[in-house]
């Protein structure tokens, strides 16, 4: 009699567990597999922008921080992101003096060395154990939208990266046309809906009950579109149309990593670099960096909250290894671990997946791979990034109270029309403050150093009286 095969998914379960707690999917394999490219809308766009304008090289950052990406998988447990340093990166480009590459790694090591000492030192664990919460959702608001409003640009506009402008509308047929980016568009609504979960197992009565039922078959139905690794059948849609839109691409294709090397940072590299880049990333770090992705880690994982000094650490030491080879400066960003959720990573298995994708490309393309991505639909990243920017702004929706609303849209209103994080967190504090101010009790203790008399009643007096005679 021929035995039955082996159960395939209980082979697999038993291999995924030998491997560290970390590392153990939380959702299906492709889930994660899909949850890493979440945040790509973000990634791809920077990078590309920093290897045309800055000559970054694509192969050297594509390795760092693929081994960034593998590393704090393991360390974290969560999909923790690596993101480009977006402020630094901003002024690299934006400005009319472009930086060079030995500027933008000082800018970097700067911001990092910052990172470090206060992570090492305790001093970002109290900021952010003593920073109120609606100010920390105000940054985290106006981060998503900002993510959004940058999103809605790409998908309706053409774009010119290098000089980081909007050009005309985007015409509607065409490879990088509104037609894809809607296509795209909708089929991601239609797969994740708002990005909430349908893998909770109903008990047995409640199955036998839903399968008779319509609203079994409605919740069958969505857990199956949950299960379609949809991001990445969108990137891997993108990376398709590359080659559609330019099949001369292939021939720029150079098999071999690229070529590590120090660079050489000068005292007046460090000096334009910290004074025109690191000192606007640096608030936006400490933040959106360390204490708006410890909070969001802390409302989608809450059994494995990351704690605010292994963050700001970790932010140091990955720029401190990558930053004198030429690496682009990264940070860990709210965004993309909510981008990365949204689209099914539950674990640190899913950025260890685009590590290891990562580095692939590193080492078999190096930076000759920039051609390929110069081909990438924008349209396509604008809808991921759109995405990421939503579900990243939909974390403050837990403010109740009015009062805790208004200073969260505050916050957030300062940081947008600002264009600075710092800004607009200096004004929610000062908010709040006041807020707390209004309502403080002077009755009950010293106010300003005097006390508040209160009459005496007429034993007290009596008593007094009767002191005073004694004493004469």
Known sequence: M?????????????????????????????????????DLGTYIPIVLTLTLVSHLDLGTTLIFTALYNIVTGLLFGIPMPV?????????????????????????????????????????????????????????????????????????????????????????????????????????????????????????????????????????????????????LIVFLFGLLICFLRDLSVLKYLKFGPSKLHLLRITWEDWKIGFVRAAIPQIPLSILNSVIAVCKLSGDLFPDREASAMSVSISVGIM????????????CHGAGGLAGQYRFGGRSGASVVFLGIGKLVLGLAFGNSFAQVLNEFPIGVLGVLLLFAGIELAMASRDMNSKEESFVMLVCAAVSLTGSSAALGFGVGIVLFLLLKLREFDCSSCSCFGFHKMKPKSDAEEEEEEQGTLLLA
């Open 2 to 38: 021929e035995e039955p095969a082996p159960d395939q998914s209980a082979t697999v379960n038993r291999w995924f567990r030998r491997l560290p707690a970390t590392l153990s999917p939380k959702n299906s394999v492709l889930a994660e597999i899909s949850g890493a490219v979440g």
């Open 319 to 330: 720029n401190f290894v990558g930053c004198w080879f030429g690496a682009m400066p990264v």
């Open 83 to 231: 993101q480009p340093m977006k402020s630094i990166a901003a002024v690299a480009v934006a400005e009319s003096t472009h930086l060079t590459l030995p500027q933008i790694a000082a800018a970097g090591l700067s911001t990092a060395a910052v990172l470090l000492i206060l992570g090492a030192t305790g001093l970002m664990s109290v900021l952010y154990r003593y920073l109120p919460l609606p100010v920390v959702r105000g940054i985290q608001l106006s981060q998503g939208l900002s993510f959004a409003f940058t999103a809605i640009k790409y998908i309706r506009y053409d774009q010119d990266l290098v000089t980081s402008k909007s050009g005309g509308s985007r015409s509607w047929l065409g490879f990088d046309g509104l037609l894809v980016a809607l296509i795209s568009c909708l089929f991601l609504i239609l797969t994740t809906g708002a990005g909430d979960s349908h893998n909770g197992e109903p008990s047995s009565s409640e199955s036998h009950s839903a399968s008779e039922s319509r609203s079994g078959r409605r919740i069958r139905r969505l857990r199956m579109l949950s299960m379609i690794p949809a991001a």
